[in-house]
């Protein structure tokens, strides 16, 4: 298999409407080669990943707890664990050994349930977007990320 060495990535995305002007940015991924659903969220400060998606794939994971500094919307109270993943690819960006945050994420799937919405696996926060360098194209719904060469 050859190595990317493009630096600047375009994903396509859909804008999910939970109702009238409030959209979730959702785009597709894969994790081990598993698709999975993803929200970009410029609004969450780091990206996260749910902890039973992650436990079916790879029951196996090596996961720890997570000590540092667990904020949410509405509580601060959860708990979260730490693991990597050896896979992780949106389009043609690929990232591997990508370590991440583990939560539950029942709670959003039981409100995108109950709006007949795409279950979702993970949320890609400003970490993610600052790393690289994300522009969101709201009116072709493409993310474009960039990597440094090395």
Not at 97 to 121: F, G, R, T, W
Request: proline share 2%.
């Amino acid at each position: 298999m050859s190595i990317n060495t493009d630096t600047t990535f375009k994903i396509k995305f859909k804008l999910v409407t939970l109702e009238p002007d409030n959209y979730h940015i959702v785009a597709k991924a894969k994790i081990e080669g598993h698709s999975l659903n993803v929200i970009i969220d410029t609004g969450a400060s780091h990206s996260c990943f749910d902890l039973d998606f992650v436990r079916q794939l790879s029951p196996e994971i090596s996961m720890e707890d997570n000590d540092g500094l667990n904020v949410g919307v509405g509580t601060s109270d959860f708990e979260s664990k730490l693991s990597t993943i050896q896979n992780f690819r949106m389009g043609r960006f690929l990232l591997k050994q990508y370590d991440i945050v583990l939560l539950d994420m029942s709670n959003i799937n039981q409100a995108y349930e109950m709006m007949h919405k795409p279950l979702i696996h993970g949320i890609l926060g400003s970490d993610f977007l600052m790393k690289y360098q994300a522009v969101i194209d709201y009116g072709g719904r493409v993310l474009t990320l960039r990597r440094d060469k090395k």
